[in-house]
C-alpha cells in the first residue's frame, strides 16, 4: 500500500441500510478526516480525527459516525442511508507536525442510496 | 458565516496564462491551500500560503493578501493536461479546512 486506500470504489445502497467505507494509509499520518463532496459544493466535513483514539464532529456529521482504533484506518458508517447521503466520500490524512499540514486524499467512494 | 468564493468556470488557450482567484471570509486564517482535481479523480495538493506575498512552484504560482481576504493561483504556459477543477481551501480558527465549490478550467487547443 501507498498513501490512502479506500474501498469500495463505488456502491449502490438501499435506503434503511447499513453501510461502512473504509479508509487506510500507510504514511503514519496522525490525523484522518472523511469528507462528501457534491455537485456545486465544496467539499465539507463530516468527521475528523486528530489521533488514534479521538474523534471529532465536522460541518456535517448527521447520520454518520466514525471509530479511530489505531493510526492506520479510519472507517466512516453509515447507520441506516437515506438518499441524501448520495455522494462522493473522500478519505484524507495528515501530519499534525508538519508546518503546512498539509492532507492527502484517497480516491474517493462514489455512494448511491436509492 | 464562514465563505469561499471562486469563479465556477473559465476558459482558456494552450499555451496561454491563467489566473484563478478566490477570496475568503472565514473565522481566523491559519493558511491558504489550492488543490487541483481532475474529474473523477481525488484532490491533489498544489500549493500553500500563509504569508502574504507569491509562491512559485514551476509553471504554477500562489498569491496571497490575508489584509484583502484574497488569493490567486497564477498557471503559466497552459497544456491540456491543465484542464480540471481547482479548489480553493482555508484553514480557519479551529484548525479545519473550509473548501471552495472549485474553479473548472477549460483548455481550448
Known amino acids: 500500500i501507498a498513501g490512502i486506500t479506500q474501498a469500495p470504489t463505488s456502491q449502490i445502497l438501499a435506503a434503511g441500510r447499513r453501510m461502512t467505507l473504509r479508509c487506510t494509509q500507510d504514511m503514519r499520518h496522525n490525523a484522518m478526516y472523511w469528507y462528501r463532496q457534491d455537485l456545486g459544493l465544496g467539499l465539507r466535513l463530516i468527521h475528523y480525527s486528530n489521533t488514534a483514539g479521538t474523534t471529532g464532529k465536522g460541518e456535517v456529521p448527521d447520520g454518520y459516525s466514525v471509530s479511530r482504533a489505531n493510526t492506520d484506518d479510519f472507517p466512516l458508517t453509515l447507520a441506516s442511508a437515506v438518499p441524501s447521503q448520495t455522494s462522493v466520500y473522500f478519505c484524507?490524512?495528515?501530519?499534525?507536525?508538519?508546518?503546512?499540514?498539509?492532507?492527502?486524499f484517497g480516491p474517493g467512494t462514489r455512494l448511491t442510496v436509492l | 458565516g464562514q465563505n469561499i468564493d471562486q469563479p465556477t468556470e473559465m476558459t482558456a488557450t494552450e499555451g496561454a496564462i491563467v489566473q484563478i482567484n478566490c477570496t475568503y471570509q472565514t473565522s481566523g486564517f491559519n493558511g491558504l491551500f489550492w488543490y487541483q482535481q481532475h474529474a473523477g479523480e481525488a484532490p491533489t495538493f498544489l500549493s500553500y500560503?500563509?504569508l502574504d506575498g507569491l509562491e512559485e512552484k514551476g509553471r504554477f504560482s500562489s498569491f496571497l493578501s490575508r489584509s484583502k481576504g484574497y488569493s490567486y493561483l497564477l498557471l503559466k504556459e497552459l497544456q491540456m493536461k491543465d484542464s480540471a477543477s481547482y479548489l480553493c481551501?482555508?484553514?480557519?480558527?479551529?484548525?479545519?479546512?473550509?473548501w471552495g465549490a472549485g474553479t473548472k478550467l477549460i483548455i481550448k487547443p
Open positions: 481551501a482555508v484553514r480557519d480558527s479551529n484548525y479545519q479546512l473550509i
Open positions: 484524507a490524512s495528515s501530519d499534525r507536525g508538519g508546518a503546512a499540514d498539509t492532507q492527502y
Open positions: 500560503n500563509v
